[in-house]
T-cell receptor, first 113, second 115 residues
Framework: AAGVIQSPRHLIKEKRETATLKCYPIPRHDTVYWYQQGPGQDPQFLISFYEKMQSDKGSIPDRFSAQQFSDYHSELNMSSLELGDSALYFC????????????FGPGTRLTVT | QQQVKQSPQSLIVQKGGISIINCAYE??????FPWYQQFPGKGPALLIA?????SEKKEGRFTISFNKSAKQFSLHIMDSQPGDSATYFCAATNAGGTSYGKLTFGQGTILTVHP
């Protein structure tokens, strides 16, 4: 079965640079969620989109922005990167009929040096 | 403030034993409680989930027990295997509300199953 696809899988950036993370949800899933997971931490909700509209917002810094496109893929844009932004970033997707059943992608490991 | 509290932080079990992980929640609006399994460097994988209208759900070796009045739920792994060694997260969400299903996770439990 098709799963959530994230790219890139690994990303190394320097402080104050920008980064763009991409997420391709499971086919026919219309809701996308972004989570950030620090080392040894639980995933923290950042933002979600339903039918290309922002549906909820969590602890996402103002330096970050995201959007969902017409093909339902989503991009998380991160600017003015800080050392503390180093983490695993997961995208999850779900369908309208089973919104709570979220399936996670493999994640993007972002390292800020 | 951690809305979902998970214990223990780590757990060591012998092969064939029962692993038990507990979670407690505060928000009574939560109406869906999944458990995720995560291997190092991988994404969380949905294991099993329960809604508050049932007290127990079993899928293979995995069972969720749910106590609505105590606002607690637990994961039981029967006949634990070395391959079950991973980090387990409980989570909760209000699937039908305006949160559009965002998950609130517990702190995680590192399970080690010795052969």
């Amino acid at each position: 079965a098709a799963g959530v696809i994230q790219s890139p899988r690994h990303l190394i950036k320097e402080k104050r640079e920008t980064a763009t993370l991409k997420c391709y949800p499971i086919p026919r899933h219309d809701t996308v969620y972004w989570y950030q997971q620090g080392p040894g931490q639980d995933p923290q909700f950042l933002i979600s989109f339903y039918e290309k509209m922002q549906s909820d917002k969590g602890s996402i810094p103002d330096r970050f922005s995201a959007q969902q496109f017409s093909d339902y893929h989503s991009e998380l844009n991160m600017s003015s990167l800080e050392l503390g932004d180093s983490a695993l970033y997961f995208c999850a997707s779900s369908s309208t009929l089973a919104r709570a059943e979220q399936y996670f992608g493999p994640g993007t490991r972002l390292t800020v040096t | 403030q951690q809305q979902v509290k998970q214990s223990p932080q780590s757990l060591i079990v012998q092969k064939g034993g029962i692993s038990i992980i507990n979670c407690a929640y505060e928000n009574t609006a939560f109406d869906y409680f999944p458990w995720y399994q995560q291997f190092p460097g991988k994404g969380p994988a949905l294991l099993i989930a329960i809604r508050p209208d049932v007290s127990e759900k079993k899928e293979g070796r995995f069972t969720i027990s749910f106590n609505k009045s105590a606002k607690q739920f637990s994961l039981h792994i029967m006949d634990s295997q070395p391959g079950d060694s991973a980090t387990y997260f409980c989570a909760a969400t209000n699937a039908g509300g305006t949160s559009y299903g965002k998950l609130t996770f517990g702190q995680g439990t590192i399970l080690t199953v010795h052969p």
